[in-house]
């Protein structure tokens, strides 16, 4: 009786914590799904070739990713994603020179939103070949 007693209250306590019982983990398995869904939506630069796919998600953050190999200059990627996520509906809310480790290497992002939902498009600069991508596109939510 009092094993089970003990037993039925670390459960409980357990329980209290959400992510424990998976409250905090179904809210990110149900933005994954959402984000996966508006995946669907994003145009993609022509010409870009995919190289790779990933997505995941946590408690506080979901996120669908992909990685592309493209010719095509920053400029032009830039351009075109201005043109075609903020006629959609999509703000603009950042566009800068990314830093690796303190160094200038022509990388850049762009990153967009549209209420709890981020798109960000990164060019590797001269990076390229290390990380075998030219432009990485996420689709995230993260509170």
Same mark, same amino acid.
């Given at each position: 009786?009092a094993?089970?007693?003990?037993r039925l209250?670390v459960v409980?306590?357990?329980?209290?914590?959400?992510a424990?019982?998976?409250? +905090?983990?179904?809210t990110?398995n149900?933005?994954?799904r959402?984000i996966e869904?508006? =995946? *669907?939506t #994003?145009?993609?630069?022509?010409?870009?070739v995919e190289?790779?796919?990933?997505?995941s998600?946590s408690s506080?953050?979901?996120?669908?990713?992909?990685?592309?190999?493209?010719d095509?200059?920053f +400029?032009?990627?830039?351009?075109y994603y201005v043109?075609q996520?903020?006629?959609?509906? =999509? *703000?603009? #809310?950042d566009?800068?020179?990314?830093?690796?480790?303190?160094?200038?290497?022509?990388e850049r992002?762009?990153?967009?939103?549209q209420?709890?939902?981020?798109i960000?498009?990164?060019?590797?600069g001269?990076r390229q070949?290390?990380?075998?991508?030219?432009y990485?596109?996420d689709v995230e =939510?993260?509170?």
């Amino acid at each position: 009786m009092a094993s089970s007693l003990i037993r039925l209250v670390v459960v409980a306590l357990i329980c209290a914590v959400p992510a424990a019982c998976g409250g +905090n983990r179904s809210t990110a398995n149900s933005k994954l799904r959402e984000i996966e869904q508006l =995946w *669907q939506t #994003v145009p993609i630069y022509p010409g870009m070739v995919e190289v790779d796919r990933s997505s995941s998600s946590s408690s506080s953050e979901a996120i669908v990713n992909r990685k592309y190999q493209s010719d095509a200059s920053f +400029n032009e990627v830039r351009n075109y994603y201005v043109a075609q996520l903020v006629g959609h509906g =999509w *703000q603009l #809310v950042d566009d800068r020179e990314v830093k690796d480790r303190g160094r200038i290497r022509g990388e850049r992002q762009i990153e967009f939103r549209q209420g709890e939902f981020y798109i960000d498009v990164r060019y590797a600069g001269a990076r390229q070949a290390e990380l075998g991508w030219s432009y990485a596109i996420d689709v995230e =939510w993260y509170e």
